[in-house]
């Protein structure tokens, strides 16, 4: 019976013994899956923090182009409508301005065409075009204060078209009004009539590829004769003014 009972006592203390030891290792366990738990928190954490830290930011010199783009563009919007090319001339001014052009049949810049025309304001406010001219010889002259030829040829010009009673029009390509006024008082040119083509239409429609360059009109508005390139002397004038009649 002694050996029983103590057998029992054994068993019991096995028993409780292998219950704490399952105690403390399930209390283990759940401290070891609470810790990882709040690793895995934490690394989520770290990661979040990391992928804000490093998202795609534009350089600053990227940045810097684009605003100053926009600053560029901003200032062209202002400015573009104030630039002389984009004004409608109106009432009186300092030379001719030519404001639109004139379509119509057989119109191109040759011999035997008909010229192309176009409206212009002149300087007293008026408005005319080549065809208000019909009746009359028009030389017509393509030239810029910048092209040499046209300041040697120019003087000549005036000087026939003083004693002539043809229609002298010098066309300038694409200059201001006060730089094409002051050319003409320079070199006094008082029988030509200074006519500014600012967007330079006027010289494409008549095929000017070089200045100077002119051409001889008749009275039914057909030219008649071209010369492209600079005078030789008055003498080559005249003969255009008289292929023209």
Known sequence: MAILAATLRVRRGLRHHCAGADGRHSRAGSARASGDRGHRRTLRSVTEDVTLDYRPRMPRVVTAIVVGAIALASLAALVWPSLPMNQLATGPTQVGVIRRQI?????????????PDFEWNAPDGSTRTLATLRGKVVVMNFWATWCKPCRTEMPMLNSVAFGSDAVFLAVDLQEDGARARSFFDQL????????????????????????????????????????????ADANEIREGIAKAR
């Open 103 to 115: 379509d119509g049949p057989n119109m191109a810049g040759r011999v035997g065409a008909l010229a």
């Open 188 to 231: 006094a040119l008082d029988r030509l009539e200074p006519i500014l083509d600012l967007d330079g239409q006027t010289t494409r429609r008549y095929g000017v590829v070089g200045l100077p360059a002119t051409f001889f009109i008749d009275g039914q508005g057909v030219i008649r004769y071209v010369e492209r390139g600079e005078f």
